[in-house]
């Protein structure tokens, strides 16, 4: 197994120990760890050029709202959406050099995406007009827009042809989970607290973002 899989993998499991135990010091090495050893893979594998430029522009992204979130997941919560907004911004872009072809299956794939998140995001949005906290509903809405064209994206190189297999099945997977990983937060912030949501969402995040990067590495390694 690759070096930099494996300490991707250590950096998450020790992220959760720290949220688990309330060790912040572990929090501040583990957390941002991850997606900086994911971006030296992805460095090393395949180079910054092309659509690997703009996941390694993703990740850098997703480590500057990993770094808001872990100093105040309230203070800083629109800064780091922020972050994560235009890392997903960058992964859309990345997945679409070049731009793929119409087909009949992009738009099952976006009915699926759509009818699931809205009644989710709904909820979600209900949840936030019960407590007066109006002013996030924008960005909410923006926010859960881009991370589902982010997944179409993902879920769309199951239909590429010029996609290795298992790579398809890495980074359409992992945007799943990242999705599932960003409703953990946004439940657990908004709607009502689950037991143990803040590990489970972040456990989640990181196993997406590990298996979105193993893919795209799959993909474009020479």
Known sequence: MNIFLLLAILFAALESLALWKNWPRLEYIAKPGVVIVLFLWLWTSVGLNGASLWFGLGLILSAVGDVLLMISLDRFFLFGLAAFLLAHVAYVIGFNIPLPEFSLWGIVFAVMVSLGGARIIRRIL?????????????????????????????????MD????????????????????????????????????????????????????????IAQFAV
């Open 126 to 158: 209900d949840a936030l007009a019960s407590r007066g906290q109006t002013r996030m509903r924008t960005p909410i809405i923006v926010y859960s827009t881009v991370i589902s064209i982010m997944l179409l994206s993902a879920m769309m190189k199951l």
């Open 161 to 216: 042809i010029s996609w290795d297999a298992n790579a398809a099945l890495l980074v359409s997977g992992g945007a799943f989970v990242f999705y599932i990983s960003d409703i953990i937060l946004a439940w657990n912030k908004f709607v009502s607290p689950i037991q143990q949501g803040r590990i489970y969402n972040i456990a989640a995040y990181h196993l997406g973002q590990i298996m979105l990067i193993a893919g795209v």
